[in-house]
């Protein structure tokens, strides 16, 4: 079970969180001037690196805040990133 | 009005386990930007409470739980909203959105480790401390106070709590 | 006094307590602190076993969890279906069976006493496993600096080291995996189990070195023992292995045990020193072993008649743990050994287990003699021969011939096998030493029964079963239930032991032409709060909710951003910047969540809050054209006259001497009110409107006349008739959607290509050709009766009743086109043939919704 750094909570268990995917991709400003292409890419692409990855993760049984955490996909480790970052979709 | 509490059936249960149901605590949720908060007074460093004729328990940064003496729903509220007026805030009755189970003797925090993962040892958790977690398949706040520790959870989930204590309770 | 009893000595085991116990029918005595392993041989069995697929003679071969050869079914005082003989603590009534490969289930699973499974978490500064000298050393100096400390150990004997304030020792504890961060399960076993869930600030490894055996011909005969072993069997429990013994031994402490041996009156004929080139080329005997023959290092071969053969090639340090987390490893040529080489930062190796061995000459198998009698995995039957054809076959590497060979798979997990094996491959490649390490190692570390595992959330409490406050009204009136999510609702009602079908007819016939009573409860409600609540929900959903008066209601769709439906609920607005929405009963957590993510995440700057409240309030809901005067009998201070209290309106006051909300929305097409009123009064309120309805003829009804009487109406249910590939077009909801009030969730992707064919699957609404007929839900709908295979599938059945109202079965379908095919025919290819349905809207129930104001 990983060990989750809330930024407000601390170090939790990893059941008290759900993951909530790849960092860093907003919505976008403008839908309706984006092809069909553009749309299917932001609803559906998502990057799947080997090594340091930035994740969204959800605290859901906790203070149920979103946060942002940079995570190694092959050794599971959590890398150190700024605790204040705002999740962006 | 005869009111009903969610475990106003499982008392002798509750007892098994040094437990009893503190029934219909009058609760408000209250969120406000944190600054308005501290004008308050509420609690801003996460995860703690603060007590008094009533408690107010740290939910999030900008989410609190005022727990209150059974009957003072209104009045709570009520000073709230005068207190908070002019703020972006919501205040909510909750008072029977979670039942209330207190807890109490030395052995309670071996009782919920059983299922619970929060590092509950005295030099983590102690008097003014609340965190929200899981109990085995139930989400749960708990909040310690004056040596005893109180288990907040959804009425429906309540049941399945109980029977859990009973279940990880010693012979 | 048993044969192989020592008169003195074992320091583990308490000769005032004797132990009857019995193995394979034959009833034996130990003493307390023996493993059945060490009782077994202090009554000479030194055979005994017999391996799982050649069916050869075996014996006790170690002392420890590392035991490839004994394994036996405990049946009494436990059940366990296979474990080491050397791991089995002897107690009174123990009864044990040799067993060898698949372990058996109970033959009568009910006599079988289950030990009570206890789980705790714990979290430590620092976790030691292994309780020897150097783990002792680590929990004592972490204690000292006032570090909460966990020490374990998987023997059941373990002296406990001076201690600071907060160390917790636990012996009979094994641990079966450390994972990321520190978090590792530990096993305790006594007479109950308490399986520990540790998250530790750093764990530190001092699990020792496991005993490495050489490969030479017949080496798998019993009396063919580890010397660490038989020198354990002589000090820890008072037995004597053998009566005539040799030592075979790469390293000295392998030599010590010669004199351990001696001093327990064992007469050790030969000592044969492999660091000198002398070898045992083999051991010989029928069932057991009698006879050695040994290479001496001028080419002679002398022959020794022994019981016992005490063979050391050399100590693996116990990485198991180490590796099953990413730790390495390192050939170490002076140890013949892999020692630990760079691992996570909060896990270290302390001992033996770091490689602190004593070094030796590497010798994995000895040359002379029948390769397929050198056994490398005892417990897999495998030889230097097997390996030899895996490599001789093409395969290189250890991984492969692992695959090949099973070496290493069995129970043991290869503790004795894995790196005679991989160094066996290399020697036969031609490979240095060391050149490739022993195969992967998993946890569990060693077996642990899922009773164990499971812990107490199984059974009854595997998931919570939700109830309502009105649940033992429904019980008592002997509802059948049904599961919607973890929630128990009342599915049917049945009168005096009627089926289910009548019970559905009666309730559904009460709602259209009286009244009826559900408990709706379980729907999700939250409260949204602020003053950008109108355009935040405007966002959420498909129509506008920001121009929704104060004190009205209107339905709302919501959809996901690929512009499927997800869930579906009233919002009411209570004040200009407050709204109470409502959404499924298994929605309640999905949409909270989803609200709180795009308001954190993407809207920090709308000033909105939610809370959800589902729990707060209960709710009843009243159905049918007599609800009215039901809901004035029940006692209310609001004016429920038809024009003073409009449909899709609420109204804040009492109902029986309670607040509450009461709420003019219907699910049933009929005139309805539903009473929101707090959780704690809705069992009284509920037996006030059933009490006050009984002169109307009150039914209550459960969540299946609920399904059938918005079936009738063509309401959908999300989840039933959609399944998150259905847009609010497919299900003829345009009216919904409105397209002109800005971007809402979804907006975007209903003008995907493939969301505005015209082919897609649309909601419609089927009359089966046979009136009674019940179309199967899940039924494939197909457009031509001719039979032709493959059929082109046009679309299934996704709700189906008998309706009373309607007198005849009916049913909602998602239809390839089906907006424009009211009126044909569609046929459902069924088992027992096929049935023919005409297609009509899906509303066939009062389509002009004329029933609603009662």
Redesign the interface.
């Known amino acids: 079970m990983l060990l989750v750094h809330c930024p407000w909570c601390g170090p939790r268990e990893e059941v008290e969180f759900r993951y909530g995917g790849q960092a860093g991709i907003a919505y976008p400003t403008d839908p309706d001037a984006l092809s069909d292409e553009a749309w299917a890419d932001f609803l559906f692409m998502r990057d799947n690196p080997k090594g340091a990855f930035a994740e969204r993760w959800y605290h859901a049984a906790g203070c149920r805040r979103w946060f942002d955490a940079v995570r190694d996909t092959a050794t599971h480790a959590f890398l150190p990133a700024d605790h204040r970052d705002r999740a962006r979709r | 009005?005869?009111?009903?509490?969610?475990l106003a059936?499982r008392s002798a249960d509750l007892g098994r386990v040094g437990a009893r149901e503190l029934a219909?605590l009058s609760q408000i949720?209250v969120?406000v930007d944190p600054a308005g908060a501290t004008t308050l007074g509420f609690p801003t460093d996460?995860?703690t409470a603060t007590s008094g004729g009533r408690d107010v328990l740290w939910?999030?940064?900008?989410?609190w739980l005022i727990v209150g003496v059974p009957g003072a729903t209104t009045a709570i509220m009520h000073e709230l909203e005068a207190s908070l007026s002019g703020l972006?805030?919501?205040v909510?009755?909750?008072?029977?959105?979670?039942a209330v189970i207190e807890l109490a003797g030395p052995s309670r925090h071996?009782l919920l480790?059983?299922?619970?993962?929060?590092?509950l040892?005295p030099?983590?958790w102690d008097d003014g401390r609340c965190?929200?977690?899981?109990f085995?398949?139930?989400?749960v706040l708990l909040h310690e106070r004056e040596g005893v520790t109180r288990l907040f959870v959804?009425?429906?989930?309540a049941?399945?709590v109980v029977?859990?204590l009973l279940?990880?309770a010693p012979? | 006094m048993t044969p192989g009893r020592l008169a003195h000595g074992g320091a583990w085991i308490d000769r005032s307590k004797p132990v009857l116990f019995t193995f394979d029918g034959t009833e034996l005595e130990g003493f307390q602190g023996d493993t059945l392993a060490s009782a077994l041989l202090a009554n000479g069995v030194v055979g005994g076993f017999r391996s799982p697929i050649l069916g050869r003679p075996r014996g006790i071969h170690a002392a420890g969890v590392e035991e490839p050869n004994g394994y036996v079914e405990i049946s009494a005082p436990w059940f366990d279906a296979i474990a080491a003989a050397t791991t089995v603590p002897l107690v009174d009534g123990l009864v044990a069976r040799s067993r060898a490969g698949v372990g058996r289930l109970p033959e009568d699973p009910g006599s079988v006493a289950t030990p009570r499974v206890a789980h705790r978490f714990v979290h430590v500064e620092v976790l030691v496993v292994g309780g020897g000298a150097s783990g002792r050393a680590a929990a004592r100096a972490a204690s000292q600096e006032g570090d909460r400390v966990l020490l374990v150990d998987e023997h059941p004997v373990l002296d406990a080291p001076a201690t600071g304030s907060d160390m917790t020792i636990l012996a009979n504890a094994t641990a079966l995996g450390v994972y990321d961060d520190g978090y590792a399960v530990v096993l305790e076993r006594t007479v109950d189990i308490v399986v520990w869930h540790v998250r530790a600030g750093r764990v530190v490894l001092a699990t020792g070195a496991i005993e490495r055996p050489i490969a030479l011909a017949g080496n798998d005969l019993p009396g063919v023992m580890l010397a660490g072993a038989a020198q354990t069997y002589v000090e820890r429990y008072g037995v004597r292995p053998g009566e005539r013994a040799a030592v075979f031994a790469t390293n000295d402490p392998g030599f010590g045990v010669a004199d351990v041996l001696r001093q327990a009156g064992v007469d050790v004929v030969r000592t044969v020193d492999a660091r000198s080139g002398e070898l045992v080329i083999e051991a010989l005997g029928a069932e057991r072993l009698e006879r050695i023959l040994v290479r001496t290092t001028d080419g002679r071969e002398e022959a020794f008649d022994v019981d016992l053969l005490a063979v050391s090639g050399g100590w693996n340090p116990n990485l198991g743990l180490w590796r099953s987390i990413g730790g390495g490893l390192r050939y170490d040529d002076e140890r013949a050994a892999f020692v630990p080489d760079g691992g996570p930062p909060w896990l270290s190796v302390e001992g033996r287990a770091a490689g602190d061995v004593p070094a030796g000459t590497p010798l994995w198998f000895v040359e002379h003699g029948d390769d397929a009698a050198k056994f490398v995995d005892l417990q897999r039957d495998q030889t230097v021969a097997d390996i030899a054809e895996a490599v001789g076959g093409g395969l290189r590497s250890v991984e492969h011939v692992k695959r090949a060979t099973y070496i290493g798979t069995a129970v043991d997990q290869g503790r004795t096998s894995g790196v005679l094996a991989a160094e066996t491959v290399s020697r036969l490649l031609g490979e240095a030493a060391g050149a490739q390490g022993p195969s992967n190692a998993r946890p569990p570390y060693a077996p642990a029964s899922y009773l164990s595992l499971a812990g107490p959330t199984r059974g009854d409490l595997l998931d919570p079963i939700r109830t309502t406050p009105m649940h033992p009204w429904h019980v008592a009136h002997g509802a059948a239930f049904e599961n919607v999510g973890q929630w128990k609702r009342p599915w049917f009602f049945p009168r005096d032991a009627e089926p289910m079908h009548r019970a559905v007819e009666r309730e559904c016939l009460a709602v259209r032409n009286g009244v009826g009573a559900m408990d709706a409860s379980t729907l999700g409600k939250i409260e949204v709060v602020g003053a950008d609540a109108p355009a935040f929900l405007d966002r959420m959903y498909t129509n506008r909710m920001s121009n929704l008066a104060v004190g009205s209601i209107r339905y709302g769709l919501m959809l996901g951003l690929d512009g499927m439906v997800l869930d579906d609920g009233v919002a009411m607005r209570l004040a200009e910047d407050r709204y109470l929405v409502t959404t499924t009963t298994g929605g309640a957590a999905t949409v909270l969540d989803r609200f709180e993510e795009w308001l954190q995440t993407e809207w920090p700057d709308l000033r909105v809050y939610c809370t959800s409240v589902t729990e707060q309030w209960a709710v009843v809901a009243i159905n049918g054209p007599r609800a009215r005067e039901v809901v004035s009998a029940t006692g209310t201070d609001v004016d429920v006259a038809r024009e003073a209290f409009p449909f899709m309106t609420f109204r804040d006051g009492h109902v029986a001497g309670v607040p509450a909300r009461l709420a003019r929305v219907s699910f049933s097409g009929e005139l309805a009110y539903e009473l929101h009123v707090p959780a704690w009064h809705g069992l009284e309120v509920w037996e006030a409107v059933m009490a006050a309805g009984e002169p109307f003829g009150i039914e209550p009804y459960g969540t299946e006349a609920m399904h059938v009487l918005r079936a009738e109406k063509g309401y959908v249910i999300v989840g039933q008739d959609t399944d998150g590939s259905v847009t609010p077009h497919d299900l003829g909801m345009d009216w919904i959607v409105n397209l002109s009030k800005g971007d809402f969730i979804g907006r975007r992707s209903l003008r995907r290509s493939d969301l505005v064919r015209t082919d897609r699957k649309q909601l419609v609404g089927l009359l089966p050709d046979d009136a009674r007929a019940l179309l199967p839900e899940g039924a494939q709908l197909v457009v031509e009766d001719t039979g032709r295979i493959p059929m082109p599938l046009a679309g299934h059945v996704t709700s189906s009743y008998q309706s009373a109202a309607l007198g005849r079965a009916f049913a909602l379908a998602m239809l390839a086109g089906g907006h424009e095919m009211h009126g044909t025919t569609v046929f459902a290819p069924l088992p027992e043939g096929t049935l023919a349905c005409t297609v009509t809207s899906p509303v066939p129930y009062d389509p002009d919704g004329e029933r609603r104001d009662g």
């Open positions: 009005m005869t009111a009903r509490s969610p059936e219909f949720d969120r996460p995860n939910l999030g940064p900008d989410e972006h805030c919501s909510v009755d909750v008072s029977a959105n979670r071996d480790s059983s299922a619970c993962p929060i590092d040892h030099r983590s965190a929200q977690s899981v085995g398949a139930a989400q959804r009425p429906s989930f049941d399945y029977d859990l279940t990880v012979a």
